[in-house]
């Protein structure tokens, strides 16, 4: 089994646009039901925070030049999404918060968001593949 923070990124980011379109497509299913309350998905600011706090640890590699890359230790813990409620809006007099303007682009949004991870991740198994063979 190939293991790597990239590929590991790379499967959360996955299982992330596939929570989100489970979340989005039971806010569309729930449009009219009274008092149903929206979710969605946080992922993206949580692995932006990974990134850039990357927990304060570094691996101390000497440099002899200050423009020499740092070393790191990669990521660490690499988040997992969660799905949050909205209650801070509400739309419909029916104590229903689901617009599905919002909804819809957001659907949209998140299928062009995974068509581009399917391909990232197709790129690296490639790569792999080429170390593999030698090629």
Avoid at 73 to 84: D, F, S, V, Y
Avoid at 99 to 120: H, P, R
């Amino acid at each position: 089994m190939i293991q790597s923070t990239q590929l590991n990124v790379l499967e959360n980011s996955l299982d992330a646009a596939m929570l989100r379109q489970k979340v989005i497509a039971n806010n569309i299913s729930n449009i009219d039901t009274p008092h149903f309350q929206s979710k969605q998905v946080v992922f993206e600011s949580l692995l932006q925070e990974a990134m850039e706090g990357n927990n304060g640890r570094t691996l101390g590699a000497y440099r002899t030049n200050q423009r020499h890359i740092p070393f790191g230790t990669g990521l660490g813990n690499i988040p997992q999404a969660r799905t949050m409620t909205n209650n801070q809006t509400l739309i419909q007099n029916n104590g229903n918060n689901v617009d599905i303007d919002f909804e819809m682009s957001q659907q949209a949004k998140n299928t062009i968001w995974y068509n581009g991870l399917v391909q990232l991740t197709n790129g690296y198994f490639t790569k792999m593949k080429s170390v593999v063979e030698g090629g």
